[in-house]
């Protein structure tokens, strides 16, 4: 990856945003490689940026000059279907990614390993003041991503029990929901040297190694729902067996290969396999919101921009605890 | 030393079982338990051949032991009660399905949900509380706990009723669980067989879109014209599946074969709903990206409860909803054997015992 430069106009509706920082998402490392088929290079990634507004439309009116604000992995979408009208403008079959999309008129998206973008007003969040600026912008992808299922399929009963498959960008920020939801929550990996960091520094209440298969025998049936971050292909038999009577495990991963779904215990236990794709610009500012009143902020590890591709070798081998995030202010001058 | 099957009851009993993975059936003389106090005694009049039953005497799913007397949709009359039974009496018609016990005492149990309690026990081939082996409904009689047994509705025909008590709440229970039970939802039903078409009829009955989902051609005017369904979509048919992508509420689908679901996840609406009720008896492939990004979700579904049964057969008989079945004698049990694991019935057998049971 090398550096680029990219300057867009401000239209009626458009905020133009400096960025300070910008998480590096395991979706970015994704597409740079083109792991899933349809990167068109040059591709500029970066969708959970936060910085300042430098610029704003005649029509703008959620937003003014100096806030502080956050573009996460949407830029546009068509506003009209029932999806974009219900709130819901991840769903919408013309939703505009963040980079590696296209507008309407057929330019492309660029995101936020940049100095600057310019979005509509729509498509940007408004930065709680009491959120740290480098800890909050991987909310921005990850945060909302693991919020919205937690929302949709009623993970938010205090006294529940979720699990959380895989510890990364999402699964921890997964955790720390989970605590604020009241929920008692075991983070299930397969990596044994996690234990401690998801006890005592993330405030899980157990943890659970896939390969102990004595572990993973007592805790059958013992959890309301599984949220499972995990993007390589994994087996999904024993999560299952872990649920209880008409228990959800719901996928946020994306394997870039089918996995194998027993269907005998869905079928003796009631039990579902669900899947949720980000969320809508509305619920992303609740997480927002509701992420600055429980102190709730990703765990990362601030680098320069000229470590990015450094950063995503070790991303590739879940060297990090949990999140790079570029300084880009400090780190791409023109 | 194991008692044999004619010793182990005190009350003699026979019907036909199957004795080897080979599944052949054959006359065989066995016992059934005391009345019990909560127990009722019935003559068997009809039962009807599932899929499962099939799928149990040749041991397709691997757990099966022999001999096995089949047979969950059992219907026949009381003949006899024990003290504390309140529910039925000498005479009345009743109905038992796939389950004959459970724990009574799991959360399961206290939620009508006796269909997932762990220690559920199945009408046939599983361990009873006194450690005998159940027997089903290819028989003469039964003793069955009152609370497992269902009151037949005085107007629904014993024949045509019987194999409600498992393809009707096999499908019944996901449509009321899943919300697909309502006007406004389009369902969708993939395998036209027991539980398929009688899943069209409950989904009339309930003013759902009903859009059948099959690997036949041969059905199509079957499915539309006498079972009312609305549209009828061949599954191989490309172009049929993609004029119909994201147009379905959920789907139910009944097949046991193992295949691809990609095509039906593709069927449903966002946030749709596909819900298995078929086992088949290996994995399937899970493309996970339609899942995300339609907010969709895959679930399973096992029979139903008691109490949701009763409600189902009670349902059934106030919209005159029964299944569709080919009557035979016992003597053609092989054959229709055969038949069914071709598929080559409308849609459900169902072995007149009364009729044609006798001793050997």
Not at chain 1, 210 to 233: C, E, F, N, R
Not at chain 1, 251 to 262: A, M, Y
Not at chain 2, 275 to 287: I, Q, S
Not at chain 2, 312 to 341: G, P, Q, W
Request: overall charge negative; charged content about 20%; hydrophobic content about 40%.
């Amino acid at each position: 990856m090398t550096a680029r430069a990219f300057t867009g106009e401000n239209g009626d509706e458009d905020v133009t945003i400096k960025i300070l920082f910008c998480g590096v998402c395991h979706s970015d490392l994704h597409v740079a490689k083109n792991e899933w088929g349809f990167t068109n290079y040059p591709v500029v990634p970066g969708h959970e940026m936060v910085g300042t507004v430098m610029k704003v439309g005649s029509d703008v009116k959620k937003f003014k000059v100096g806030e502080r604000v956050g573009v996460g992995v949407i830029v546009g979408s068509c506003k009209k279907c029932e999806s974009c009208q219900q709130d819901l403008e991840n769903y919408c079959p013309q939703t505009i990614f963040t980079y590696n999309s296209h507008y309407t008129d057929g330019t492309k998206t660029y995101g936020g390993y940049s100095d600057m973008i310019v979005v509509d007003e729509r498509y940007v969040l408004r930065f709680p003041d009491n959120l740290p600026l480098e800890g909050g912008a991987p909310l921005l992808c990850a945060g909302i991503t693991v919020y919205s299922p937690m929302k949709y399929y009623g993970m938010t009963e205090p006294g529940k029990h979720l699990g959380v498959a895989g510890l990364g960008g999402l699964g921890h920020v997964a955790v720390k929901m989970g605590k604020a939801f009241g929920l008692k929550v075991t983070v299930i990996s397969s990596s044994p040297k996690k234990e401690t960091e998801a006890i005592e520094r993330l405030g899980a209440d157990s943890f659970l190694v896939t390969s102990d298969p004595a572990k993973m025998k007592a805790a059958l049936g013992t959890m309301d729902y599984i949220i499972d971050t995990v993007s390589a292909v994994h087996p999904l038999l024993p999560l299952l067996s872990l649920l209880k009577l008409n228990g959800k495990l719901v996928t946020v991963g994306l394997p870039d290969k089918p996995l194998e779904l027993p269907i005998f215990p869905l079928v003796l236990g009631r039990k579902l396999v669900g899947g949720s794709d980000i969320g809508g610009m509305k619920e992303t500012q609740e997480m927002l919101d509701f992420c600055a009143k429980h102190g709730i902020a990703a765990d990362v590890e601030v680098i320069q921009m000229d470590y990015i591709n450094t950063a995503m070798e070790r991303l590739a081998k879940s060297d990090v605890r949990y999140r790079f995030v570029i300084d880009v202010a400090s780190s791409l001058s023109q | 030393m194991a008692k044999s099957p004619e010793q182990e009851h005190p009350q003699a009993a026979f019907g036909w079982a199957a004795r080897d993975p080979s599944g052949l059936l054959s006359p065989f003389k066995f016992s059934r338990r005391t009345t019990g106090e909560k127990d009722v005694k019935f003559k068997v009049f009809f039962c009807g051949i599932c899929h499962s039953d099939l799928h149990s005497v040749r041991n397709e799913w691997g757990f099966s032991t022999y001999p096995l007397v089949p047979g969950h949709e059992i219907v026949g009359e009381v003949v006899e009660v024990g003290s504390k039974v309140e529910k039925f009496k000498a005479g009345d018609k009743v109905g038992v399905g796939c389950l004959v016990g459970s724990c009574g005492s799991c959360d399961s149990c206290h939620d009508q949900l006796e269909n997932y309690c762990p220690k559920m026990i199945l009408t046939y081939g599983a361990m009873y509380h006194d450690g005998t082996m159940t027997h089903g409904g290819y028989s003469n009689m039964m003793v069955v706990d009152e609370h497992f047994a269902i009151k037949f509705p005085q107007n629904m025909p014993l024949d045509a009723g019987a194999p409600l008590l498992c393809a009707g709440i096999t499908v019944y229970s996901p449509m009321k669980f899943f919300g697909l039970d309502h006007p406004g939802i389009h369902l969708g039903l993939v395998g036209l067989g027991g539980l398929g078409h009688v899943a069209v009829k409950f989904a009339k009955a309930m003013g759902v879109k009903v859009t059948v989902i099959s690997s036949s051609p041969g059905k199509r005017e079957e499915a539309l014209q006498r079972l009312g369904a609305d549209a009828f979509l061949i599954s191989s048919d490309t172009n049929q599946v993609q004029a119909a992508m994201g147009t379905m509420d959920g789907i139910i689908d009944t097949v046991s074969a193992v295949h691809p679901i990609l095509p039906l996840i593709g069927l449903l609406k966002q946030n749709g709903k596909l819900v298995l009720v078929g086992a088949p008896d290996r994995p399937l492939e899970l493309p996970v990206f339609p899942l995300i990004f339609g907010r969709k979700i895959v679930a399973g579904s096992c029979i139903g409860g008691i109490q949701e049964t009763q409600e189902m057969i009670d349902f059934a008989a106030k919209h005159k909803i029964t299944a569709d079945i080919e009557v035979i004698s016992i003597d053609y049990v092989n054959t229709a054997m055969d038949r069914l694991a071709k598929g080559d019935v409308k849609y459900r057998f169902v072995i007149d015992i009364g009729n044609t049971l006798k001793e050997a």
